[in-house]
Antibody, heavy 118, light 106 residues
Framework: EGQLLESGGGLVQPGGSLRLSCAAS????????MSWVRQAPGKGLEWVSS????????YYADSVKGRFTISRDSSKKTLYLQMNSLRAEDTAVYYC???????????WGQGTLVTVSS | DIQLTQSPSSLSASVGDRVTITCRAS??????LAWYQQKPGKVPNLLIY???TLQSGVPSRFSGSGSGTDFTLTISNLQPEDVATYYC????????FGQGTRLEIK
């Protein structure tokens, strides 16, 4: 099923930016859609964004549309999430996922914590 | 937009019990429904997709059913390691999770 390893989380001030990365291994990266799913502390799961295997199609939750950008680099087998204009409510653990069947999250990374606070 | 409502929000059951968790959609969505298990402090894990297809490696005591607006996750013969929060999720467009059901052992 593969492995996913996120990085790039940390503490950022409101209005700031952060770029998350997710290194994929042990599967053919370009064949799979990928997503970011987040979980605020003590809360449930929230889908953030998805990208097709080719990278041609991207999708965003309304809560992040216009602020976050998902991208991928197949040569590096890496998924990215550029997060701009961060808000306190973006504080969460961000998981990278490997997708099948149009949005089934079959493999999850360990997550990276993003904290937005002054 | 479709909304998902899980019930109950929490439950407590005994080892060996049969447990049922329900996920209701605000409108029909065929069988594009998945279930995930998240053990305390751990990463979510896919249990079931297409409403009733068991993911490889998941114990057979887990089963899913339903279509349209009403879906069910059943755990037969509850085990201590099943303590977790369970989430339903719709897919095929704008993925959305239910609010979760916390399962504890009596």
């Amino acid at each position: 099923e593969g492995q996913l390893l996120e990085s790039g989380g940390g503490l950022v001030q409101p209005g700031g930016s952060l770029r998350l990365s997710c290194a994929a291994s042990r599967f053919t990266f370009s064949r799979y859609a990928m997503s970011w799913v987040r979980q605020a502390p003590g809360k449930g799961l929230e889908w953030v964004s998805s990208i097709s295997g080719s990278g041609d199609n991207t999708y965003y939750a309304d809560s992040v549309k216009g602020r976050f950008t998902i991208s991928r680099d197949s040569s590096k087998k890496t998924l990215y999430l550029q997060m701009n204009s961060l808000r306190a409510e973006d504080t969460a653990v961000y998981y990278c996922t490997k997708d099948i069947f149009g949005g089934v999250f079959v493999r999850w990374g360990q997550g990276t914590l993003v904290t937005v606070s002054s | 937009d479709i909304q998902l409502t899980q019930s109950p929000s929490s439950l407590s059951a005994s080892v060996g019990d049969r447990v049922t968790i329900t996920c209701r959609a605000s409108q029909g969505m065929s069988n594009y429904l998945a279930w995930y298990q998240q053990k305390p402090g751990k990463v979510p894990n896919l249990l079931i997709y297409a409403a009733s297809t068991l993911q490889s490696g998941v114990p057979s005591r887990f089963s899913g059913s339903g279509s349209g607006t009403d879906f069910t996750l059943t755990i037969s013969n509850l085990q201590p390691e099943d303590v977790a929060t369970y989430y339903c999720q719709k897919y095929n467009s704008a993925p959305l999770f239910g609010q979760g059901t916390r399962l504890e052992i009596k």
